[in-house]
């Protein structure tokens, strides 16, 4: 695996919970209406449903809890796969350095104001950082 996707794991899995989350809003939201009766529509089958409509919503909501569990679980571990990656540098700057890019995700600049240094030096300590880093094979 590159040693950027390595890294980007954690900010990739970020996105997706909050996409996961913005679902559950809708589903939970849409779970507490009810709909009303819609004449113009042309009747498929003569059986009708005898669940209340909002009950598929329920149902959705939950399975959607459900991946938001599992993925907050493996966002931790990930996080901490990628936090002992970053410890095994030698240089302390290196490690804040792709902790601030990667876990914090801060700009170039917000990077160079911590580290008391110009936006160049950082990135050029990015190339070095990464060049140094030894990433281990992902066990599943």
């Not at 990739?12 to 819609?38: C, D, F, G, W």
């Not at 917000?110 to 050029?124: D, G, N, P, T």
Request: charged share 25%.
């Amino acid at each position: 695996m590159d040693v950027k996707k390595f890294l980007n794991r954690y900010y990739y899995m970020t996105k997706r919970l909050e996409q996961l989350e913005a679902l559950n809003e809708e589903y939970t939201r849409m779970s507490h209406s009810i709909p009303s009766v819609q004449f113009d529509q042309i009747r498929v089958s003569g059986t009708k449903s005898l669940e209340a409509p909002f009950v598929k919503w329920i149902h959705k909501s939950m399975c959607v809890e459900q991946d938001i569990k599992i993925l907050t679980n493996n966002m931790e571990i990930v996080k901490a796969e990628i936090l002992s990656t970053i410890s095994e540098l030698e240089n302390a700057d290196y490690q804040r350095l792709l902790i601030y890019r990667y876990l914090d995700r801060l700009t170039w600049e917000q990077i160079a104001e911590k580290l008391y240094c110009s936006v160049a030096s950082v990135k050029r300590w990015h190339v070095k950082a990464l060049n140094n880093l030894k990433i281990q094979p992902i066990i599943v």
